[in-house]
């Protein structure tokens, strides 16, 4: 089980992965927006979607888990 | 002049509104987001009012809320600083119906210039040079390759509601304009509400200058000189100087009667920008027109002595313009750069509490902040946290002074773009006056930071 978190607080602008799909290491999974920027947060090992956290518009602290992936 | 004005903004625009504000006698109400409880602006102002919950679309866009706390506290008029809801037609407009005077043109006018599309259009008519490329909504990425391939690459994708870079895609090929489209026009539905896209010939190592407006009600305006701001990162400005070490004066002359020009015809009245790039051989094309106060507004009021925010008021107030063009001074040479709260290598935003800020003082440094230390940096609104200004006869003194300050400005607890602003100023290629859009790609070297 990898998880996935927050680099930096912000809003949940975008999820675009789903549970189940297979990501692969470096792809996007969630886009974080903070002070008015879009931040691609993405996947450190290739795996399937397990489990998401969060849903968009919702705000999310620094190191809070976004997404888990196995 | 008014006797009481709220000021629609937060951080360091909204206390140097109040600033002047305050020396011409009026009253300033303050409003604020629970995220800027601790906010400068709201302790500087005579009254302030909590207006809704941290995110923008809560506080700081909420048309209604505003209005209605302008009308609790009978302020006369309202200064939308600007971003926020300053080149808001819909909120100029609700102010013009309550019998609130809204301190920036009239409502039209900013809708007509927020269409970058109609904008161009606009300008065309006015006889002011625009880029070459099309004036019309591209539905497709079939209809913008059909576009493209009749002006030639490369090109520039753009957003007819866009702003501040977003939805902006260089394409030197089909393939890349293609594969572009699609997503810059989600992002620019998604940000601005309004997918429409259009192109523009991509101009190669341009240069950034705008011109400053002032018109008055009575169909009288004087251009304040230019304002060059090359040195950008993701399409937003970093540094800002007046005047522009590339222009002579043949074509400062012909780009301020330009502007002018412009703003006669579509009869527009306040303070106003209009951007131009310029290429190397010093053609210059018609940008966009930010019909409001700009950030880099200072510059511009350390070279003549001008006060903007103050002619601002005097023209909403229904006064005439106090200056004639030929009594414009254009004395020494001001440098801005903008301080913001992000990573200086990768330009990711970096919110967090501020645990030391102490700014540098000194007869030729100017500082505009709402930034203290204990303060924290929100992930809500806009990075740029202070604004510093350095003065001098020439460029190469407004240089050396900005760099000094620089060295002995002190933020800890979040990051910076500081040692970014050193190394460009410090750089000989900006030393020279090699000052492109394309200056930080070709220039900046990523460094180490704590």
């Given at each position: 089980?990898?998880?996935?978190?927050?680099?930096?607080?912000?809003?949940?602008?975008?999820?675009?992965?789903?549970?189940?799909?297979?990501?692969?290491?470096?792809?996007?999974?969630?886009?974080?927006?903070?002070?008015?920027?879009?931040?691609?947060?993405?996947?450190?090992?290739?795996?399937?979607?397990?489990?998401?956290?969060?849903?968009?518009?919702?705000?999310?602290?620094?190191?809070?888990?976004?997404?888990?992936?196995? | 002049?008014?006797?009481?004005?709220?000021?629609?903004?937060?951080?360091?625009?909204?206390?140097?509104?109040?600033?002047?504000?305050?020396?011409?006698?009026?009253?300033?109400?303050?409003?604020?987001?629970?995220?800027?409880?601790?906010?400068?602006?709201?302790?500087?102002?005579?009254?302030?009012?909590?207006?809704?919950?941290?995110?923008?679309?809560?506080?700081?866009?909420?048309?209604?809320?505003?209005?209605?706390?302008?009308?609790?506290?009978?302020?006369?008029?309202?200064?939308?600083?600007?971003?926020?809801?300053?080149?808001?037609?819909?909120?100029?407009?609700?102010?013009?119906?309550?019998?609130?005077?809204?301190?920036?043109?009239?409502?039209?006018?900013?809708?007509?210039?927020?269409?970058?599309?109609?904008?161009?259009?606009?300008?065309?008519?006015?006889?002011?040079?625009?880029?070459?490329?099309?004036?019309?909504?591209?539905?497709?990425?079939?209809?913008?390759?059909?576009?493209?391939?009749?002006?030639?690459?490369?090109?520039?994708?753009?957003?007819?509601?866009?702003?501040?870079?977003?939805?902006?895609?260089?394409?030197?090929?089909?393939?890349?304009?293609?594969?572009?489209?699609?997503?810059?026009?989600?992002?620019?539905?998604?940000?601005?509400?309004?997918?429409?896209?259009?192109?523009?010939?991509?101009?190669?190592?341009?240069?950034?200058?705008?011109?400053?407006?002032?018109?008055?009600?009575?169909?009288?305006?004087?251009?304040?000189?230019?304002?060059?701001?090359?040195i950008?990162r993701?399409?937003?400005?970093v540094v800002?100087?007046?005047?522009?070490?590339?222009?002579?004066?043949?074509?400062?002359?012909?780009?301020?009667?330009?502007?002018?020009?412009?703003?006669?015809?579509?009869?527009?009245?306040?303070?106003?920008?209009?951007?131009?790039?310029?290429?190397?051989?010093?053609?210059?094309?018609?940008?966009?027109?930010?019909?409001?106060?700009?950030?880099?507004?200072?510059?511009?009021?350390?070279?003549?002595?001008?006060?903007?925010?103050?002619?601002?008021?005097?023209?909403?107030?229904?006064?005439?313009?106090?200056?004639?063009?030929?009594?414009?001074?254009?004395?020494?040479?001001?440098?801005?750069v903008r301080i913001y709260?992000e990573d200086p290598n990768t330009f990711?935003?970096?919110?967090?509490?501020?645990?030391?800020?102490?700014?540098?003082?000194?007869?030729?440094?100017?500082?505009?902040?709402?930034?203290?230390?204990?303060?924290?940096?929100?992930?809500?609104?806009?990075?740029?946290?202070?604004?510093?200004?350095?003065?001098?006869?020439?460029?190469?003194?407004?240089?050396?002074?900005?760099?000094?300050?620089l060295?002995?400005?002190?933020?800890?607890?979040?990051k910076t773009n500081i040692p970014l602003l050193e190394a460009v100023l410090s750089h000989?290629?900006?030393?020279?006056?090699?000052?492109?859009?394309?200056f930080l790609?070709?220039h900046w070297k990523p460094i180490?930071t704590?």
């Amino acid at each position: 089980m990898n998880q996935i978190i927050a680099t930096m607080a912000g809003s949940v602008w975008k999820i675009v992965v789903a549970v189940g799909d297979r990501v692969e290491e470096g792809q996007d999974v969630v886009i974080l927006e903070s002070m008015k920027m879009e931040i691609p947060i993405a996947a450190e090992t290739s795996g399937v979607v397990k489990h998401i956290h969060v849903q968009e518009g919702d705000f999310v602290n620094e190191g809070d888990v976004l997404v888990e992936i196995e | 002049m008014f006797s009481k004005v709220l000021i629609a903004n937060r951080g360091e625009i909204a206390v140097r509104v109040i600033r002047t504000c305050r020396r011409l006698g009026i009253q300033t109400v303050a409003i604020y987001s629970e995220a800027d409880a601790d906010s400068l602006h709201v302790s500087l102002a005579d009254e302030a009012y909590l207006i809704g919950k941290p995110r923008v679309a809560e506080s700081y866009l909420n048309i209604e809320k505003i209005i209605e706390v302008a009308k609790t506290a009978k302020a006369e008029a309202i200064h939308p600083g600007y971003g926020l809801l300053s080149e808001n037609p819909a909120f100029a407009r609700r102010c013009e119906e309550e019998g609130i005077v809204f301190i920036g043109p009239k409502a039209d006018i900013i809708a007509a210039m927020g269409s970058k599309i109609e904008a161009r259009r606009t300008m065309e008519q006015a006889g002011v040079p625009i880029v070459p490329g099309v004036s019309f909504a591209l539905d497709s990425a079939d209809e913008a390759a059909k576009a493209a391939a009749s002006i030639g690459y490369p090109v520039m994708l753009k957003a007819s509601a866009g702003g501040g870079g977003i939805g902006m895609h260089i394409a030197r090929d089909e393939a890349e304009l293609r594969q572009a489209f699609e997503g810059s026009q989600k992002r620019a539905a998604s940000f601005f509400g309004d997918g429409t896209m259009y192109i523009e010939k991509y101009i190669e190592r341009p240069r950034h200058i705008e011109i400053q407006l002032l018109a008055d009600s009575y169909g009288n305006c004087v251009y304040l000189w230019e304002r060059e701001c090359s040195i950008q990162r993701r399409h937003q400005k970093v540094v800002e100087e007046a005047p522009s070490p590339f222009l002579d004066e043949e074509t400062r002359q012909k780009m301020g009667e330009a502007a002018v020009r412009a703003a006669r015809y579509i009869g527009y009245a306040n303070a106003g920008t209009i951007e131009f790039l310029v290429d190397e051989q010093k053609n210059f094309y018609f940008l966009e027109m930010n019909t409001r106060l700009q950030v880099e507004h200072p510059v511009t009021e350390e070279i003549t002595g001008i006060d903007i925010v103050e002619e601002q008021l005097c023209i909403a107030a229904g006064e005439p313009l106090r200056y004639k063009q030929e009594e414009i001074r254009r004395d020494g040479h001001a440098m801005e750069v903008r301080i913001y709260a992000e990573d200086p290598n990768t330009f990711y935003p970096s919110p967090g509490r501020i645990t030391v800020f102490s700014a540098p003082q000194g007869e030729w440094i100017r500082h505009e902040t709402a930034v203290q230390s204990g303060i924290t940096v929100t992930p809500f609104y806009d990075p740029m946290i202070a604004k510093l200004i350095a003065k001098g006869p020439d460029r190469q003194t407004a240089i050396e002074r900005l760099l000094e300050a620089l060295r002995d400005y002190r933020v800890e607890g979040i990051k910076t773009n500081i040692p970014l602003l050193e190394a460009v100023l410090s750089h000989p290629a900006f030393q020279a006056g090699d000052t492109t859009t394309d200056f930080l790609s070709k220039h900046w070297k990523p460094i180490k930071t704590k």
